[in-house]
């Protein structure tokens, strides 16, 4: 509520008192004959006066005093309640701003993850909550101020810091009070000065995952015997001895060699999740982009026209095993999804950065874009149909990713509908070696 005092009245609190001061001294001048020294005198007064009231109220707003609110009928009283109310609605302002600070402070340290405030410049620790002391092993108030990578030393936490906002979610890692505790570790930029370190506690998620991972390689593992067996004996039956079962001996045995493909790639998906890391080696690129040519041809039976380009004078460390797994995977799925008369092409090239490059880009049916995202997931397929026709199992785009992910390397997609797709795999620098006797121009 704004206070307003109207214009005749400003005249009169204004005015009043000193006219009715000069006034009256002017008179009592007159009487005894001695106006001027009697108006000089009460002019003085009145100075003096106004003087010791503006010492006053500056005395009282530096001392941030509460000003009591006036009660006469002059400005000086108009000034006061004024001065009054707006310190009255700053200070409940600053109140509720208080309040509510409080309000998230304490929903932050009730948190069940670790939250840690960090200085982005200095990555030393500006505030934490409880959580970050059982799962962390930060201390208060000792650890604040502290440079959180030497804090947390066995954790990787010094590289990760280093990737900024670039930084991936560090999933699986084990707390520094106690390796049976594993934590995801989340860095979040919040403003320009501050980053928010989340760790989460996920024991019991990693354990339901290593029970998942276990058993679903074990059924792979004990489907594999039984499967040969069934394999093996169809193989020898000849359908030439009984034409009529003729047909139904041909599907058995596709499907058969369907559920072998199926379980192989379901052991080969948990063998790659079960490793943190690959024996590393250079991968001779030369012979395997000749390879996976060899491979697309073969598998295409000459209906298409396969193409491979090596502009990238480079090999790649990694796993040679993987890898071809994984190059040979897309283009396996290249030539299933591409119709007889069209073309696949093979590129291996370097990128800006000194990273290498494979691409397989068809000329096939394509995916629309709403699929692109899911492509990765275990058994995931734009067509069920056609993926089951053409002899899929919708694990290839799965292992190409996790063998990806293990040469941190990534996978790209672009694709249009009816006009084919390219599936990119981006290598980091540190995975490019120099080609015996060749430079590498990036
Ligand atoms: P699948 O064994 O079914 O091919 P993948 O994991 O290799 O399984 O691929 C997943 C799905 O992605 C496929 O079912 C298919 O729908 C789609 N896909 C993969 N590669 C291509 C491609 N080159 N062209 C069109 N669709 C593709």
């Known amino acids: ?20 001061v000069l006034g009256g001294a002017l008179l009592i001048g007159l009487l005894l004959g001695h106006p001027w020294p009697a108006l000089a005198i009460a002019a003085l007064g009145l100075l003096g006066g106004q003087q010791l009231r503006l010492r006053r109220l500056v005395q009282r707003l530096s001392a941030r005093q509460r000003i009591p609110v006036g009660t006469g009928k002059d400005a000086w009283s108009d000034l006061d309640q004024l001065l009054h109310r707006s310190q009255e609605e700053t200070r409940h302002r600053a109140q509720r701003l208080v309040e509510m600070l409080r309000a998230y402070r304490a929903a932050a340290a009730a948190l069940p993850d670790a939250v840690v405030v960090l200085d982005r410049d200095t990555q030393r620790v500006q505030w934490f ?13 000792e650890d604040t101020n502290a440079p959180l990578a030497e804090r947390l030393r066995p954790l990787p936490i010094a590289n990760w810091l280093a990737g900024g906002r670039y930084a991936e979610a560090l999933l699986d890692v084990p707390s ?15 403003s320009d000065r501050f980053w928010l370190l989340v760790a989460r506690d ?25 499967l040969t067996v069934i394999h093996g004996y169809l193989e020898m039956l000849d359908p030439q001895e009984q034409p009529d079962w003729a047909p139904i001996l041909a599907e058995m045995r596709r499907q058969s060699q369907r559920m072998t493909q199926l379980v192989e790639d379901l052991l080969t998906l948990s063998r790659l999740e079960s490793q943190d890391s690959l024996n590393e080696e250079v991968v001779a690129m030369d012979s395997t982009l000749a390879t996976l040519c060899r491979e697309a041809e073969a598998l295409g039976t000459g209906r298409h026209v396969v193409s491979v ?14 890898l071809h797994s994984a190059f040979s995977n897309l283009v396996s799925n290249a030539v299933r999804y591409t119709p007889a008369g069209g073309s696949i092409d093979i590129v291996f090239e370097l990128d800006g950065d000194g990273g290498a490059i494979l691409s397989v880009r068809d000329s096939g049916y394509g995916i629309p874009e709403a699929h692109l995202p899911r492509l990765t997931e275990r058994f995931y397929r734009v067509s069920t149909s056609r993926s089951r026709e053409l002899g899929g199992t919708g694990l290839g785009l799965a292992i190409v990713k996790h063998v990806l992910q293990l040469h941190q390397a990534r996978l790209e997609v672009t ?3 009816g006009q084919g797709s390219t599936f990119t795999c981006r ?12 430079e590498v121009d990036a």
Not at 10 to 16: E, G, I, K, S, V
Not at 180 to 187: E, G, I, N, P
Not at 309 to 322: F, H, Q
Not at 428 to 433: E, I, L, N, T
């Open 176 to 190: 520094p009070l106690d390796a049976s505790t594993r934590l995801s570790l989340r860095l979040i930029p919040y």
């Open 427 to 438: 290598f980091p620098a540190g995975r490019s070696v120099a080609r015996a006797g060749q």
């Open 415 to 417: 694709s249009e509908v």
């Open 129 to 141: 909550n409880e959580a970050a002391g059982h799962l962390l092993g930060l201390r208060y108030p």
């Open 309 to 322: 380009e090596d502009r990238a004078g480079v090999d790649l460390l990694g796993s040679p095993r993987e």
């Open 1 to 20: 509520m704004a206070m307003s005092v109207p214009a005749n009245s400003q005249w009169n609190r204004f005015l009043a008192r000193p006219a009715l």
């Open 202 to 226: 996920v024991t019991k998620l990693m354990h339901l995952e290593h029970i998942r991972r276990d058993f679903v390689a074990n059924v792979s593992h004990e489907l594999r015997t039984p």
